[in-house]
């Protein structure tokens, strides 16, 4: 076909599509889109770096799905089979598994990033509870997925967890009863699982993940205070690129660099099978959670048995789930997030502390004798 051909063709599909679609609105959505230049700038790729991780697990976790078999039976052995017989089924599990610890270490920066800049400050309110709510799908994604191989290690770690949760008073013994298709962690368990892992958990996940990016599109990226402060002060007003297509492409290079760490930690570190599960086998030494569990599983080991005649275990759960609770509130409960206000102050320590606490108690899972 001749160039102009193409080039008639091409303009005739557009008209179409224009018709059908409204593509023009559509780019003139995109092109709207203006980023903020500021000394805190960097920042503003962490959300972008977790949408693109969030994508690269659905296209690694549709093609493991097309080997993996969702019972104690065959589990292990599917995965196995993928890891030495499927052409490059070691590389995508590998990513798979890489890139689910990457995403949880991005979304936690980017939480805390925004955090700290008081970016859910009014009106991104929204924003900040439709993140809070993606944060803990992330880490349901991360909790189910961890049983699927079926091994040794990911059948016990899935045991306590579960009695964890059963643990919270009231609801308690609903919630285990619900995550473990009964009272023990069976087979049962797994199916279920695999059902939260591949249906249930992507399906809210994608309606929440519309939310929090309509929301960014509608409101665009807020300046920190401090800047805005400066400027105000000024009387000028922050610079700002294009999000399309300049900061897209910045964006890009990220993306491309993610790429190429995750490979090389798939081909350098391929991740482990280990040892199929055995039910009836006592529990090995040393079982603990993925490291973004381990400050909860840290926290709960070291409380007294009791505290105040109340049961410790109870206590760490009651304290983790009302944790949770502040976190989705915290911007309507600072909001007035000025330099220098003191609730603001207060709420910045608080951020400090809750991240040195959560540090300090991961590195204690890893270095105290598993018995403590
Ligand atoms: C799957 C998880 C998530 C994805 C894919 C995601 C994606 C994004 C993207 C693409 C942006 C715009 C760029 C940026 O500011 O970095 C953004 C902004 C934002 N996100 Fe998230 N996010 C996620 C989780 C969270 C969590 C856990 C929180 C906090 C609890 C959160 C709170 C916010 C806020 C407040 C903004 C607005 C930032 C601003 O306007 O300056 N997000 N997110």
Do not use: C
Request: proline share 6%; net charge positive; aromatic share 12%.
């Amino acid at each position: 076909m001749s160039g102009g051909r193409i080039r008639h063709a091409a303009a005739r599909l557009r008209s179409w599509l224009e018709e059908r679609v409204g593509l023009t609105d559509l780019l003139e959505l995109v092109r709207k889109k203006e980023v903020p230049v500021h000394r805190h700038g960097l920042w503003y790729y962490l959300g972008g770096m977790t949408l693109f991780l969030v994508g690269l697990q659905f296209l690694t976790g549709t093609l493991l799905l097309l080997y993996y078999r969702p019972s104690a039976n065959e589990a292990f052995e599917s995965v196995q089979f993928l890891m030495t017989k499927v052409p490059f089924g070691w590389l995508v599990r590998s990513i798979h598994s890489w890139s689910a610890n990457l995403l949880v270490f991005v979304l936690f920066l980017h939480m805390f990033s925004v955090f700290f800049l008081k970016a859910y400050r009014r009106p991104r309110e929204l924003t900040w509870v439709s993140g809070t709510l993606l944060l803990g799908l992330i880490l349901a994604f991360g909790f189910s997925g961890y049983l699927l191989p079926w091994n040794t290690l990911a059948f016990f770690a899935t045991q306590v967890g579960t009695q964890v949760a059963g643990s919270v008073p009231v609801v308690g013994g609903f919630v285990l009863r619900l995550l473990r298709g009964g009272d023990q962690v069976t087979g049962g368990t797994l199916t279920r699982f695999f059902a939260f892992h591949v249906a249930v958990l992507p399906a809210i996940t994608m309606m929440v993940l519309a939310l929090h990016l309509y929301l960014i599109q509608r409101l665009g990226m807020s300046v920190p205070p401090s800047v805005e402060v400066e400027h105000e002060r000024k009387g000028t007003r922050p610079r700002t690129i294009p999000f399309f297509p300049n900061f897209l492409l910045r964006d890009l290079i990220g993306w491309a660099l993610a790429v190429g760490v995750l490979a090389a930690l798939a081909a350098l570190f391929p991740w482990e099978l280990g040892v199929k599960a055995d039910p009836f086998a006592p529990a090995p030494a040393g079982i603990r959670p993925e490291w973004y569990f381990g400050w909860m599983f840290q926290t709960l080991k070291l409380l007294p048995a009791h505290v105040l005649g109340i049961e410790g275990e109870v206590l760490g759960v009651i304290g983790i789930n009302l944790a949770g609770l502040l976190l989705l509130l915290v911007p309507f409960l600072n909001r007035s997030p000025r330099p220098g206000n003191r609730i603001s102050r207060a709420f910045t320590l608080l951020g400090i502390l809750a991240l040195a606490y959560m540090t300090v108690m991961t590195v204690l899972m890893y270095v105290l004798p598993s018995g403590r």
